[in-house]
């Protein structure tokens, strides 16, 4: 049984008007008059369509349209083009009933008050969802046990460090239990300690609650951790909708090796694979290899050289993207 | 060291000439008051042909002269460095050799001035034209003797508020406390009310405290209303008060700083 | 009532704030005492050299301080510190949160601060009236008191609007960031009665921004100076310009999403 969709995507399209203006006080004056605008496509008809309880991941580049498409989904940007209708409705009519069944949670924005602790505000945001006592308590304790909120929520937020802050940010933005979660960027900044928390948190509220999410991220591993499917949007067109497995196959067949030598060996690397530039780890050198070469190159590199210290990773995310669509 | 002022002057006028259409907003905010006052005073003066003397000509005259005068002697030092100690950006300026009021922050005020006398400039012709102030007073030699006390009215001025930002090293409540000061700066500077309408009491203390150097007394001998030994008195004057608001400052930074570095901002 | 439960939710968070800044607060009240004795100073000052201003006795100008203390509570009582909520969250792009709230957004972003220590100042400006109206030693009219209230608030209610028109344009032009100090600006002039002001001055705080509507013109009222007409006109546009600012409002945010362009 395929269930009806909870996030159904048609054509959707956003263009910004920027006004052109170029330096000088000329041409501040001949603006003024007679402004001239560029039309900025950000998002150009994108589709899809997402079922209950699913967690999509959605990638791009910086600028690629990811937020702006998760803010017409909340309702916060009307679509120049297309449609949208997520739970029935369409998002921009900013119907409170759909207010109150979704959620949009940023990562670099704070809802909470600063000089407050967040209980405060939680208690603020209750009232404001118009929960009962009841469901507010229930919610409240549920969200307290699989974040360990404890003893954060009475601290001012300003004293918290920004994962205990996200933590709370996270709970703010699901205490009236929406059934839709528009995450853009939740765990950046972040530690990698706090980064694995918000993702088992997030994967255990799917299970329980079966609420569908719609997450964008830099970091794979989030996206690796929670997501099973990918939409991948560059240039504000969608080139990518499916498993994730797929895309790295398809896209990323390749491990970044990055080992480091005794100081006075300089090796030529490029035997072994193609040597990659980064700017982290200056006395490490990065090469890149095809995914199923990587067991017999790192032996290789074992046996033939002074390998002090050795790692293997996934190329960053930017990169892999990047590379899909600039080949 | 004058290439650095001069370099600097050309960066800080840079970054301040961005924010002039929030310097419209400010003038405005800064010239009602004294509107006010010069709209109640004018009305009180034709009213009754003249108040203690003073004739609605003389009213339109002070507060005019005092709105350029204001804006000469006035100093921003709390708006420009203050938030510096507290956020630790202090820690970047200190590192590089020049004196980061004395310098930087001097000059962020001078260009301020500068920016905002221009923008003055059509505002007080439109206020000329509505209260038509008699100018006829005023002469060149004048003006010249109030420049030097513009300019130790200003030196005063700047060293005490820069004192008193510096009061930021102890404590996050320094605001309040440069509120409190502005209010003592209203008091005796003949701000809103020339001194000579303000009761005896406050008009005896006012001549030997420094506020009236800010606004008073360069408005007073523009106007053609003070005689010569009355001039060099309140050079005098201001010259003591110069030095001893150079001490205060030099003495409340240095403990500043010692704090500072202790604290480890 | 939800809307009674939501009150109560912005109040407890204020009062929570208010109680994190209380040091502060002790300070601001010293120094707004200070501005009150330099008020009053200024008046006797005034009135040392002259009977009455603009046909006002001194009675009458510790009232119209009154009332005008009463506008500047709502000044920075509730349009600053919201003013300013608003601006910062404009460039952090916290408003977004504030728009996506199943809550009338102009509620949201016009009380959701509240400076409560400052409660006390409106208890202030009363004994202010009181003691003023005693002063010039005319007795209020039951009626005249009505119209009195009804007036101040219907001031209220305009200063208000032009704030919210004001706030909305920020989205037409996002550097407007000062967009309220021209009400703070010309607030000053309602310490003393409009009649005094020259004409290009009066019309400027009676029509453009409407102080004098606040301040000067209840106390007109309280004096029996206003016909029953007069009053209805007044309280007439207050609403008309409530009714105009949330209009330009709605525009402000179907701007900002996209919706308009």
Known sequence: MTAEPVVLVDNLSKTYRVPEREGGFAAAVRGFFRRTYRDVPAVQQVSFQIAPGEVVGFLGPNGAGKTTTLKMLSGLLHPSAGGARVLGFTPWQLKPAYLRAITLVMGQRNRL????????????????????????????AELDELLELGPLLKKPVRNLSLGERMKCELAAGLLHRPQVLFLDEPTIGLDITAQARIRTFLQEYNRRTGATILLTSHYMADVTALCERVLIIHHGRLKYDGGLTDLSRQIAPFKLIGVALGEAVAADLSRYGTPVQTEEDGDKHFIQVP????????ARLLADLPVHDITIADPPIEDVIERAFHE | MLRIYQRLWQVTWAEQWQYRANLIMYLLYWLVSPVVYLAVWSAIAEAQGSVNGLTANDFATYYLTLLIVDQLTSEITIHAFGYKVQDGSLSGELIRPAHPLLTNTLVYNLAFKALSLLGLVPVWAVLFALFQPDYGTVTLANLLLALLAIGLGFGISFLLGAALTCVAFWTTRVWALYELYAGVTVLFSGQFVPLSLMPPAIQTA?????????????????????????????????????????????????AGLKRYSAVGA | MPVLRLIKAYLRVNLQMALAYRAEAVVHIAVNLMWLGWELLSLTIIFNNTATLGGWGPGELVALLGVFRLVNTLMAAVIWPNTEYFNTSVRDGSLDYMLLLPVNSLFVVTFSRLTLWRLWEPILAVILIAAGLGLSGAGAAPLNLAAFLVLVLAGAVILYSLWIALIAFTFWFTKFDNNVTILQALLDTGRYPATVYPTWLRVIVTFIVPIALATTVPLQALRGELSGPQVALFLGISLLSLWVATQIWRRGVRRYNGASS
């Open chain 2, 206 to 254: 006012a001549q030997f405290l420094p506020f009236q150097m800010f606004k008073y007394v360069p408005v007073q001998i523009i106007l053609g209303r003070l005689t010569w030994p009355e001039v060099l008195g309140y050079y005098a004057l201001g010259l003591a008060w110069l030095a001893a608001a150079w001490l205060l400052f030099r003495w409340v930074w240095s």
């Open chain 1, 113 to 140: 008050s600063w000089d407050i602790p967040a209980a405060d505000s939680f208690l603020l945001n209750q009232a404001i969802y118009r929960l009962t006592d009841a469901d507010y308590q229930r919610t409240l």
């Open chain 1, 291 to 298: 995914a199923d070469a990587v067991t017999a190159v790192t």
